[in-house]
């Protein structure tokens, strides 16, 4: 699984988030410019799935899957929040996904 951080995401990357996600809610939150961060997490599905069930219950986060070109396939999770949030989401992901 590849994981990467933005801190001080910028307006532009959060344009583009906000076209491949599906959830209009998330998108009014984005306009509204409430994130300061997004971790992203790229794998299979599985990984994906337990990826984002451990963000959410670390820190105050929002998780959506990003859609890409085969958007049947979840592949690509942007967890969303300030950066103390995010980064805590991020390493209790690579801690439970990395000991098996």
Excluded: W, Y
Excluded at 8 to 28: F, H, N, P, W, Y
Excluded at 45 to 59: F, G
Excluded at 88 to 98: P, V
């Amino acid at each position: 699984m590849k994981i990467e951080l933005i801190n001080g995401v910028s307006q532009g990357t959060l344009g583009i988030i906000s076209r491949k996600i599906g959830d209009r809610k998330i998108i009014e939150r984005i306009m509204q410019n409430e994130f300061t961060a997004v971790g992203l997490c790229q794998g299979d599905v599985i990984s994906m799935l337990i990826a984002s069930d451990i963000a959410e219950k670390t820190s105050d986060v929002v998780v959506s899957e990003i859609s890409g070109v085969c958007p049947q396939h979840i592949t690509c999770l942007a967890i969303l929040g300030d950066v103390t949030s995010v980064e805590a989401s991020l390493k209790a992901i690579e801690s439970r996904l990395n000991a098996k």
